[in-house]
């Protein structure tokens, strides 16, 4: 009887280290939703966006349009978090992302007519962009 007490109470104990575990697990993950939320949720193809961009562009507001799409883009690369990484390969993981942003950003600026400023053209990183001002 004595050892079964020991096996359940081993048993237990390990039960109880894999939930606390899997409680950290979880919690982190919903932050890696959270942030893919944003991301999708404020992105250059949510109908919300291009209904407000549609309607700039029919009231001629093009500079209105352009700073709309710029204020997506920092705050697209601003949650990217390039600050907080440490490894090489997640600095080019989020190097891709950076460019991928960019790509969508000039497709657009294509699209209403505008040429991509020089500056951000230029960036082949995020790191770049980080580097503007330390």
Do not use: C
């Not at 601003?78 to 090489?88: A, G, P, Q």
């Not at 991509?116 to 980080?130: A, C, R, T």
Request: aromatic share 12%.
């Amino acid at each position: 009887m004595e050892n079964f007490t020991v096996f359940m109470t081993v048993i237990t104990i390990a039960a109880a280290a894999l939930q606390i575990i899997l409680f950290f697990k979880v919690w982190a993950m919903t932050n890696d939703v959270r942030l893919l939320r944003e991301k999708h949720a404020a992105s250059a193809t949510s109908a919300e966006f291009y209904f407000e961009m549609r309607k700039l562009l029919a009231l001629g507001e093009k500079e209105k349009a352009k700073e709309k799409l710029l204020n997506w883009f920092f705050k697209t690369i601003k949650n990217l978090n390039y600050e907080n990484v440490e490894s090489e390969e997640k600095r080019k993981s989020v190097d891709a992302d950076f460019m991928e942003v960019k790509k969508i950003l000039e497709d657009d600026f294509k699209q209403i007519g505008e040429e991509l400023p020089d500056n951000i053209k230029k960036m082949k990183s995020g790191n770049e962009f980080y580097e503007l001002y330390k």
